[in-house]
């Protein structure tokens, strides 16, 4: 499934990469944090959803995307 599939990725990606920290989109999907912090991963956070608008708040999303520290790998 998904999952296990994920979790393959961050396993390899890991392997690749061992110092990155990884960035996922808030909201994400529940299991992401999980399955990147399970390979071993530094997980955080940069703003995807504006629920105002109901869409993706571009100006927010960039703003954290600007802050991220370089090397991070950051999960679409």
Do not use: C
């Not at 396993?11 to 061992?18: A, T």
């Not at 959803?49 to 999303?61: E, I, Q, Y």
Request: charged share 15%; hydrophobic share 45%; proline share 5%.
């Amino acid at each position: 499934g998904g999952s296990g599939a994920l979790r393959v990725g961050a396993d390899l990606l890991h392997k690749l990469l061992p110092h990155a920290t990884i960035a996922i989109s808030n909201p994400s999907w529940e299991n992401h944090r999980a399955v990147f912090g399970a390979a071993g991963f530094e997980v955080v956070e940069y703003s995807y959803f504006d629920p105002a608008t109901h869409g993706v708040d571009f100006d927010s999303m960039l703003a954290d995307l600007a802050k991220l520290q370089p090397g991070t790998v950051v999960l679409l």
